[in-house]
């Protein structure tokens, strides 16, 4: 079945997920509503990519139609982040292909990210990760990846763009990781998180309180 159904279930109402594995065309994905459609990445853009996309928006779908139980409006904003027209609802979105999946979380930010395992990830944590964190990790990719997808999520549950994730974003050193921080000069921003791995990939995701 091409749904896949993780073993950890969220412990906050209103907040689901759904994670699919793409092995049908594009013509299974366009049940989604024309309206929809609109929020998709330009014709040119690469074919996986679109489908990537579509099957996101679907599983979306899904879920909308599960919690919410009527139609809404599915827009995207100036930096092309897409979201539901007047709602108190917040989603988020992420594909990795052949794996996509969605989350909707009720008026609270919700982020998550899905990262395929086979991503060199050694060499790019020096990137995201401190110093503090690097030594944690002890160059294992697995910690690895689950790091980068939480801190990716909690950067997409934040809506704020610039975020130095060596800097700004860190999580208790505590693994599996549940709590993580966002700091602003400003505010400390706490999160709550989930990930699961799966023998292709890891996902996360992350909620603001």
Known sequence: ??????NLELSL????????????NENFFDQIPDSWKTTLPPEQSHETKKIES?????CLWQLVQEQ??????????????????????QISLSHSFPYVAAAISHQKNIGLDLEKKARKILK????????????????????QVAAWTVKEAMYKAQHQAGL?????ISFDLE???QKGYIHLAEARYDFQLWQEEFPDFWISLAIRH
């Open 175 to 177: 693994f599996p990781l």
């Open 1 to 6: 079945m091409p749904q896949i159904f993780p």
């Open 124 to 143: 790019i944590a020096p990137r995201f990760l401190s110093m503090e964190e690097l030594d944690w990790s002890k160059n294992d990719a697995s910690k």
């Open 13 to 24: 109402p209103g907040t689901s997920w759904l994670i699919w594995e793409i092995k049908e």
């Open 68 to 89: 919410i139980g009527q139609d809404v409006l599915l827009v995207k904003s100036t930096t092309n982040r897409p979201y539901l027209n007047h709602s108190d609802w």
């Open 54 to 58: 579509l099957a996101a928006r679907y």
């Open 164 to 168: 130095d994730f060596r800097k700004e």
